[in-house]
C-alpha cells in the first residue's frame, strides 16, 4: 500500500512527533509502572492485540492499493529494529531513572543527524550541528558518565537510540510513500510475534533460568490479569496505535534532521510524567541539561520555527 510522492510538510511534522513523543514518554512511564507486575513480553503480546483490531479496521477502510515487495522488507526491517529499541529501552525501566532513560535514549538525534547526511545525502547546516551537540552536552549533563551517579545499565537505552535514529532514516528514505497505518500495523504485528517468541523459549529453558525471579520483567512468566490490568493494557493499547501512526508520520512529513530536533521534547515530557508516576525530581544539573537539550532544537532548525513553510 503506497501513496503518490508528495511535498515536506515541516509544521505538520514537527507538530505530530511532539504529540507523538508526548505519548511515547507516557507509555513509557506506564511500562516502567508495571514492570514490577507484568513481564515484558505479556505486555508487548496483550497491548498489541488489543491494538491490531483497531489497526486492521482502518487498514480496511482505507485505499487498498498495489504494494511493493520491496518496501516490505524495509517496513519488516523498520518493525524489527522498533521492536528491538523498546526491548533496549525497557529491559533498564526497573532500575533506571525515567528522565535518565529518556537523556540515553536521546542521543538518538544525534545520531539521526548524522545518517541523515551520510545515508541520505540530506543537506545538514552547520547550525544544525552545533544544535545538536548542544542537545548532546545537555544529555551527558543529565547521565554524568564520570560520576558515581552513573550506571552501566544507563548503556543499554543508548542502543536503543542507535536504533530510533536508523528507524527515522529508514521511515524517510524507504517507507515515506507507505501509509502509516500500514507500518503501525507491521509494527504491532512484529510486537506480537516476538512477544509469543520470546515467552516460548523462556517457557522451554524456564528451569535453566535460576535467578528469573530478580529480573521478573524479562525473564519471569506471565500473570493472570484482572481489571487493572486490562485497563491498563487497554490505555497501553491505544497509545501504540497512535504512537505508529504519529511516528510514520511526522518522519514521512518533513526531513529527518528537522524532526529529530523537536523529538528532544520526549526529555521534558519524561521528566514530567517521572514526577507524576514516581516523584522523581531532576537535579540541577539535569534541569540544565533539559533546557540546553530543548533550546538544541531551535538552535538546530535556524530561525525556520519563526517562518515554517510546506517546504524547506
Known amino acids: ?34 514492570s514490577n507486575e507484568l513481564p515484558l513480553w505479556q505486555v508487548f503480546v496483550i497491548r498489541s492485540s488489543l491494538a ?9 477502510r482505507s485505499r487498498l492499493s498495489k504494494f511493493d515487495v520491496g518496501l516490505a522488507r524495509w517496513v519488516a526491517l523498520r518493525s524489527l529494529m522498533l521492536t528491538l529499541m523498546y526491548i533496549a529501552i525497557y529491559a533498564a525501566a526497573p532500575v533506571v531513572a525515567l528522565s535518565v532513560i529518556a537523556a540515553a535514549l536521546y542521543t538518538g538525534p544525534l545520531f539521526t543527524t548524522l545518517f541523515s547526511g551520510l545515508i541520505n545525502r540530506e543537506r545538514v ?5 552545533l544544535g545538536v551537540m548542544c ?18 545499565a544507563i548503556l543499554i537505552p543508548m542502543i536503543a537510540a542507535i536504533l530510533y535514529a536508523l528507524v527515522a532514516i529508514i521511515t524517510r528514505s524507504k517507507c515515506q510513500n507507505v ?34 525471579i530478580h529480573y521478573p520483567f ?7 490479569m484482572g481489571q ?38 520526549y ?31 531551535f538552535l538546530a532548525t535556524g530561525i525556520k520555527p519563526l517562518r515554517l513553510s510546506g517546504k524547506i
Open 135 to 152: 542537545g548532546f552536552i545537555g544529555v551527558m549533563l543529565i547521565i554524568k558518565p564520570t560520576t558515581d551517579e552513573f550506571r552501566p
Open 52 to 60: 491490531l483490531p483497531v489497526l486492521l479496521l482502518l487498514l480496511c
Open 179 to 212: 501509509r502509516p497505518v500500514v507500518l503501525a500495523t507491521a509494527l504491532n504485528i512484529c510486537l506480537v510475534g516476538v512477544g509469543l517468541v520470546a515467552t516460548g523459549m523462556l517457557a522451554m529453558a524456564g528451569h535453566l533460568i535460576s535467578d528469573h
Open 228 to 265: 487493572r490490568e486490562w485497563a491498563t493494557m487497554a490505555i497501553l493499547a491505544v497509545l501504540i496505535i497512535l504512537i505508529g501512526i504519529g511516528l510514520a508520520k511526522a518522519y514521512q512529513s518533513a526531513p529527518s534532521a528537522i524532526i529529530a530536533t523537536f523529538d528532544y521534547s
Open 267 to 297: 526529555l521534558l515530557f519524561a521528566a514530567l510524567w517521572g514526577f507524576v508516576f514516581f516523584r522523581e525530581v531532576p537535579d540541577a544539573l539535569s534541569v540544565i541539561g533539559m533546557v540546553m537539550i530543548a533550546g538544541a532544537g
Open 1 to 34: 500500500m503506497i501513496r503518490n510522492e508528495q511535498a515536506d510538510n515541516i509544521p505538520l511534522g514537527v507538530t505530530v512527533i511532539i504529540g507523538t513523543v508526548l505519548m511515547m514518554a507516557l507509555a513509557d512511564a506506564i511500562i516502567k509502572f508495571v
Open 125 to 129: 547546516p552547520l547550525v544544525a550541528w
Open 218 to 224: 524479562l525473564l519471569g512468566p506471565w500473570i493472570e
